[in-house]
């Protein structure tokens, strides 16, 4: 029984030191953050040259040139490879040929082990 009577005691005093430290760490981000240190995050449009196609995101990128994207003029960052045009995420990798690394070294250095075998033979 005691510790039931303890545990109806605590329970409320609990529950208000919790609000008063999210309460308090609230306060404590709004006090580390300084003000007027962080860069512009505005959209960007970023096209990416070799595949011809334009991307809308957000971005803290300093631009100098603007263009005019469906009917808006936004900071303009050309990009010479993105994911419209990488290799890997449009599927056309350099395929290895079929034969095995075994394989291609014996054709390139084959030729070096066989002089060394016929020259024992004789």
């Known amino acids: 029984m005691q510790w039931l009577d303890l545990q ?14 999210s309460r ?17 995050y505005q959209e960007v449009l970023f096209h990416d040259t070799n595949a011809d196609v334009y991307f809308l995101t957000r971005s803290t990128a300093k631009t100098k ?4 994207y469906e009917g808006k003029e936004y900071p303009y960052y050309p990009l010479d490879i993105s994911s419209a045009s990488h290799p ?9 040929s079929t034969e095995g690394r075994v394989a291609s070294f014996n054709k390139r250095f084959g030729a ?3 002089r060394s075998k016929k020259a024992k033979a004789e």
């Open 8 to 21: 109806m005691c605590l329970v409320p005093q609990l529950r208000m030191l919790k609000a008063s430290i």
């Open 24 to 40: 308090h760490t609230s306060d404590l981000r709004e006090f580390i953050m300084r003000k007027d240190i962080h860069p512009d």
């Open 65 to 68: 040139a603007t263009r005019e």
């Open 88 to 96: 890997f995420y449009t599927g056309e990798q350099r395929k290895s």
């Open 112 to 114: 070096f082990g066989g």
